[in-house]
């Protein structure tokens, strides 16, 4: 079973992910209404903001982590139709199927992203729908190869304050050139999709998105092929994989 990453809970507690906008863009071509009624499995729901999105129009709403179920069930304490779920998501068996099974940034940093999507699609009754948004190998490069061994090497042993203190430096230091250089019509420059969105967004969660990349305890890099292969025609139809802001993919398919 996976460990409990402290991190996580630390994460969470000092920074939301509150852009409503963000999770329609990663769920899409899902749509918030498509919730209504649904019974519905959210597999890493973090702090629960994203519960919250979805508690209004579920029937019912099972929510899961294995490191904030205590401060999702805070933010979504005035809704009766939310359950927390402390799990591992690549060993849970909750014993019953969902309309909706759906994962936001989550997958990509379990131990075996693999064995975590058969999780979700072994809970997808037939005929419902599985969801998930990872980030990609295609456009991570500089993560992957440059940001990652410096997180590794320097950052690991930091607390967790003083990492929120440098990943705030380092939004600050973004600011100019996201809003000089990038507005101009070059888009062979590096995460160029990617700062549209940062131009659109607080300080605060820009600040988020830099400390989720220096804080993430793992991360795999999920490439076309991989997320291909779990949405394989034998178990699903209707399956629509798309770029999103050329960093990341989002899936998501019908159950057969």
Same mark, same amino acid.
């Given at each position: 079973m996976q460990e409990k990453q402290r991190e996580w809970h630390e994460q969470w507690s000092m920074l939301e992910d509150n852009e409503l906008f963000l999770f329609r863009d990663w769920i899409a071509p899902l749509q918030l209404e498509d919730f209504r009624g649904k019974r519905v499995l959210e597999c890493g729901c973090g702090g629960g903001q994203h519960t919250s999105f979805v508690a209004p129009y579920a029937e019912h709403i099972t929510a899961v982590d294995l490191n904030t179920t205590d401060l999702a069930r805070e933010r979504n304490r005035s809704f009766e139709n939310v359950e927390l779920v402390e799990a591992d998501l690549g060993n849970m068996e909750l014993g019953r199927q969902f309309d909706i099974v759906f994962s936001i940034g989550v997958v990509h940093h379990t131990d075996n992203p693999d064995r975590t999507f058969q999780t979700m699609k072994r809970h997808t009754r037939p005929?419902? /729908?599985t969801v998930v948004w990872v980030y990609s190998q295609e456009g991570n490069w500089m993560v992957e190869n440059l940001v990652e061994p410096l997180r590794k090497q320097f950052l690991t042993s930091m607390s967790r304050q003083n990492l929120l203190t440098l990943s705030k430096a380092i939004t600050a230091c973004? *600011?100019?050139?996201? @809003? &000089?250089? *990038? /507005?101009?019509p070059l888009p062979f420059l590096p995460f160029f999709e990617y700062f549209g969105n940062f131009r659109k967004m607080t300080f605060?969660?820009?600040?988020?998105?830099? @400390?989720?990349k220096l804080n993430a305890p793992q991360v795999q890099?999920?490439?076309?092929?991989?997320?291909? &292969?779990? @949405?394989?025609?034998?178990? #699903?139809?209707?399956?629509?994989?798309?770029? #999103?802001?050329?960093?990341?993919?989002?899936?998501?398919?019908?159950?057969r």
């Open positions: 005929g419902g /729908k973004m *600011y100019p050139p996201i @809003f &000089s250089v *990038y /507005k101009l605060s969660r820009n600040t988020l998105n830099v @400390f989720d890099f999920i490439s076309r092929q991989r997320i291909e &292969s779990w @949405f394989d025609s034998n178990d #699903y139809s209707d399956v629509q994989i798309t770029p #999103y802001k050329g960093v990341s993919w989002r899936g998501v398919g019908t159950r």
